[in-house]
């Protein structure tokens, strides 16, 4: 079974950076899909970004293009999502995601989730 286990979150001010990690294990990683999203506090959960199985590919929404940039170190099984440039409004709780299945953007896309970490940001 696959375990997911987020890490790096924390409190920052406006205009800092945080580089948040995912570790996976239980099945080979470089065979899934890696994603993030995020759910602020009365909000519905939103996709953030993804990446494909060798790291080769990415595709984000178009709000998190320029400040979010997803990875993977597959020697190391962990997915990771650096943020710049933090506002206020990047407050939520952030989740990793993975799948098998190709170019996945919904949620129901993905059945292994992380339990979230979360970031909190100052103005």
């Known amino acids: 079974q696959v375990q997911l286990v987020e890490s790096g979150g924390g409190l920052v001010q406006a205009g800092g950076s945080l580089r948040l990690s995912c570790a996976f294990s239980?099945?080979?990683?470089?065979?899934?899909?890696m994603s993030w999203f995020r759910q602020a506090p009365g909000k519905e959960r939103e996709f953030i970004a993804a990446?494909?199985?060798?790291?080769?590919?990415?595709y984000s929404e178009d709000s998190a293009k320029g400040r979010f940039t997803i990875s993977r170190d597959n020697a190391k099984n962990t997915a990771y999502l650096q943020i710049n440039s933090l506002k206020p409004e990047d407050t939520a709780v952030y989740y990793c995601?993975?799948?098998?299945?190709?170019?996945?953007?919904?949620?129901?896309?993905?059945?292994?989730w992380g339990q979230g970490t979360q970031v909190t940001v100052s103005s």
């Open positions: 990446i494909n199985w060798s790291g080769s590919a990415t």
């Open positions: 239980g099945r080979t990683f470089s065979t899934f899909v």
């Open positions: 995601a993975s799948t098998w299945r190709a170019s996945p953007r919904r949620e129901d896309e993905f059945p292994y």
